[in-house]
């Protein structure tokens, strides 16, 4: 899956003359802890973030009065405080490459950009959506098992064959390449099935260690 497939889109964008309070004020009010600045053309200068915005807080141990301090801070654009270069994908980069660039740089988003103009946001939020979305997190109506396979070929496939034909649908598998202390795999499914229960006992009987057994409703 690509990013574009995830991005937020159209985003919500500032300019580098807004000034910092009526910022603040766009994203309490849409809910945005990042906001790409740009200019006329829509291109990228740079990335406001809540990071930003608390760093451009007063100390707690200012001196200055309130009305000094909101004096002070109207007169701040953002072009003074924001990120500059911010690190950016573009709509065709994996997620799972997108996640690894915000893991490396250490940020919580990422502006997408084409032909050099903005074209969405993907953010860890968006990260974490997705995840939980191939794992089936969401779903309800399934069974989960965690199950140890032998760390060879064949061995995932040979059990999905099994669940298969004992009547069970397949919804997601996810299965770590790292074997665990005991040397095996774990795979992790989720399936639908009339009777689950027997299901699993099922596999139990043909000699698969289950880990773990969450059933609908659990």
């Known amino acids: 899956m690509y990013v574009s497939q995830i991005m937020s889109h159209p985003?919500?964008?500032?300019?580098?003359s807004t000034k910092l309070p009526h910022a603040a004020k766009v994203m309490a009010e849409k809910k945005r802890?990042?906001?790409?600045?740009?200019?006329?053309?829509?291109?990228l200068l740079g990335l406001?973030?809540?990071?930003?915005?608390?760093?451009?807080a007063p100390s707690d141990i200012t001196t200055l009065s309130v009305g000094e301090v909101n004096y002070l801070t109207s007169r701040i654009t953002i072009d003074q405080v924001m990120a500059k270069h911010p690190v950016t994908c573009s709509p065709d980069t994996l997620v799972e490459e997108a996640g690894q660039m915000m893991r490396q740089h250490k940020v919580g988003a990422l502006p997408v950009l084409?032909?050099?103009?903005?074209?969405?946001?993907v953010t860890e939020d968006d990260i974490l959506d997705f995840l939980l979305e191939i794992?089936?997190?969401?779903?309800?109506d399934?069974?989960?098992?965690?199950?140890?396979?032998?760390?060879?070929t064949g061995a995932l496939s040979q059990l999905m064959k099994k669940i298969n034909e004992y009547g069970g649908y397949i919804a997601t598998v996810v299965s770590p390449v790292s074997p665990d202390e005991t040397g095996m795999r774990?795979?992790?499914?989720?399936?639908?099935?009339?009777n689950p229960e027997k299901l699993d006992d099922h596999l139990e009987e043909l000699g698969y260690?289950?880990?773990?057994?969450?059933?609908?409703?659990?």
């Open 11 to 16: 985003v919500d964008t500032t300019t580098p």
């Open 114 to 121: 084409e032909q050099k103009k903005l074209v969405g946001i």
């Open 142 to 152: 399934t069974t989960r098992i965690a199950i140890h396979l032998p760390d060879e």
């Open 48 to 56: 406001f973030s809540h990071k930003e915005l608390a760093r451009s």
């Open 135 to 140: 794992t089936g997190s969401n779903l309800v």
């Open 186 to 194: 774990i795979a992790i499914i989720r399936y639908r099935a009339e």
């Open 33 to 43: 802890r990042f906001l790409p600045v740009v200019d006329g053309n829509n291109q």
């Open 209 to 218: 260690d289950l880990i773990t057994e969450k059933l609908p409703g659990q």
